[in-house]
């Protein structure tokens, strides 16, 4: 990062704290004319994002909100999700960001107070402000950089839903120096550049969309969302944005290997694969290294954790079905087993704060951790 590029972030980060709002105002004051993000066709330089960001943070604070500091739920699809998400990071609140198609079943996790920013129709149900997409699409024109600071340091709450149907909620803190150390260590490893163009397939509401998203505010790559995408349009997309760096569950990857197959296509030049979200099977690995080479990374995370774990190409390559070692700030082990040895049985996970029990089998094996059971809760978003 250049001298210059480390003031910027540092002048954000002593005015917002280490959240998402300090790498979105310092990528608009370092890289303002430059693509920052694609969703559903509509895009934006990081210039244009913080601006919109800002002019919807001002109409809400004045409008829906009325001055108060309520907790904000981002419902919503398309360009509007991201839009709100950092509008109300701009305010210090509270955000929650859902998909749509899960609102009611999440509808436990929404406090009755909040600002529910949705699509179409609001609920019955919920007895808080409401506006819709359409309306922050509307506002984010409006001018908002004189709205000073709240004081408040924003929050991500993310809601997890249990085997069981148990809903919890867990705040990621306010991204905070844990958080930033996981983001970095991800970074370092996947080495994004600000260069390239990174196509996510998962949607920008999940913990794997808002890292990328982190991703790309902090070094400056541009950001292509394609989720609910068929995987013909990902590759059309993949050749159009020229896409130097692929995110995507390893159900979304193997859709992508059988249109190129069924299709008869060569397959399109790609840098990085970064495979998360589901169980990784090892013939998988093998599939796609005989497709595009040893450019595959893989990684496993939590909700309330984001991820804590990913492994490099050269690590895949001799151990196909690993999700890798632990990141920088994150640490993962055996209930029941004490020390650092190897071990198999129920995953415990630690990092951005929290650490959790989750509910996969694992096995670790010279610091390499496997999952040896289907995730409890896959990435089924396509």
């Known amino acids: 990062m250049p001298p210059s590029h480390g003031r910027s972030l540092g002048r954000s980060v002593r005015e917002h704290g280490f959240t998402i709002t300090a790498l979105a105002e310092h990528s608009a004051r ?32 004045l409008g829906p909100l009325d001055r108060r500091p309520l907790p904000v739920v981002v419902a919503c699809s398309g360009a509007a999700m991201p839009i709100a998400l950092l509008a109300a990071s701009r305010l210090g609140l509270d955000v929650m960001p859902i998909s749509p198609r899960v609102l009611d079943e999440l509808r436990g996790a929404v406090p009755a107070e909040a600002l529910l920013v949705h699509d179409g129709e609001a609920p019955a149900w919920h007895s808080g402000p409401t506006a819709t997409a359409d309306e922050v699409l509307e506002w984010s024109s409006s001018y908002g950089s004189g709205l000073a600071s709240t004081r408040r340091r924003v929050r991500l709450v993310l809601p997890a839903l249990s085997s069981a149907g148990t809903i919890t909620t867990h705040v990621q803190g ?10 970095a260590g ?27 998203l982190g991703m790309a505010l902090l070094t400056g790559a541009t950001l292509v969302s394609a989720a609910h995408t068929p ?38 030049r790609l840098r990085r694969i970064l495979l998360a979200g589901q169980d990784l099977d090892a013939d998988l690995v093998r599939r796609v290294h005989a497709t595009w080479g040893p450019i595959v990374l893989t990684a496993y995370g939590t909700v309330q954790t984001g991820t804590i774990a990913m492994a490099t190409p050269e690590l895949l390559s001799q151990h196909p079905g690993t999700v890798g070692v632990s990141l920088p700030g994150s640490e993962f082990g055996i209930v029941g087993h004490k020390g650092s040895g190897d071990a198999s049985g129920l995953l415990w996970v630690r990092g951005a704060h929290a650490t959790v029990i989750t509910e996969d089998q694992a096995r670790i094996e010279e610091g390499r951790l496997t999952i040896v059971g289907p995730l409890t809760k896959p990435d089924t978003a396509d």
């Open 174 to 183: 306010a991204m905070g120096v844990q958080g930033l150390r996981q983001l």
């Open 30 to 61: 370092v890289r303002r004319d430059q693509l920052a993000l694609v969703v559903d066709g509509w895009s934006a330089t990081f210039g244009e994002l913080w601006r919109a960001a800002e002019g919807v943070a001002a109409v809400l604070y």
């Open 186 to 212: 991800l970074h370092d490893r996947l080495g994004v550049e600000g260069t390239d163009v990174i196509l996510a397939c998962a949607p920008l509401h999940r913990g794997k969309g808002l890292q990328l």
């Open 231 to 268: 995987a013909a349009e990902r590759i059309r997309i993949i050749h159009e944005r020229f896409v130097s760096v692929l995110s995507a569950s390893p159900g979304q990857i193997t859709g992508i290997l059988d249109e190129l197959e069924r299709s008869g296509e060569a397959p399109p």
